[in-house]
């Protein structure tokens, strides 16, 4: 069974310097029947103007990940982290215990586009921890490349939960397929441009949960597309 998220259909929230949608439940947006998905709880899509970000806040037993399609956001925390994340990077954060950070725009002219997922950890408590990683367009191009997973094998970023986090880019006509294993449930994200999914259509903003079936297959049917893929327990 896939059920459609469509990005019309989500919260919203424009402060000015911050225009942000939100697929899930989150800060004055409440919706029952949008909670979240499995152990995922939060994807924003964020647009940060120029000079501008969420100033320093905390966070506790939540793994954090940022995914930046355009722009460069500029992360500070607590336990001493610096960095500058940019599209091809994704970001971990498990707030764990406790965290405090800030994220701006880099950028004095340009504004940043981004992705902000939560996901619930599989345990609380923990002692916060950070993690950044690039993954080359080419590595995503027409396939599905593992960028989180619970082991942090083959070069993904560590997530403190039984989740799998794939990234793919895709030209128009590419095709890709990924297989469920039984009892798994996922949610697909597509970041931009516009897919077929098992021949159902999806375009930017777009979400769908997935269970029941045994496998999935994306067929990109714009010059561009970007899709997030989470296979979840």
Known sequence: MITIRSAKERGAANFGWLDSR??????????????GFATLRVINEDKVQPDQGFGSHSHRDMEIISYVLEGALEHQDSIGNGS??????VQRMSAGAGIMHSEYNASKTDPVHFLQIWILPDQRGREPSYEQTHFTAAEKQGRLRLVGSQDGRDGSVTIHQDVDLY???LSNGDQVAHRIAHGRLVWVQVARGAVSLNGQPLSAGDGAAVSEETSITFTGTADKVEVLVFDMA
């Open 22 to 35: 939100h697929t899930f439940s989150f800060g004055n947006y409440y919706d029952p029947n949008h909670l």
């Open 167 to 169: 990234a793919t880019y």
């Open 84 to 89: 500058v994340i940019r599209p091809g990077d």
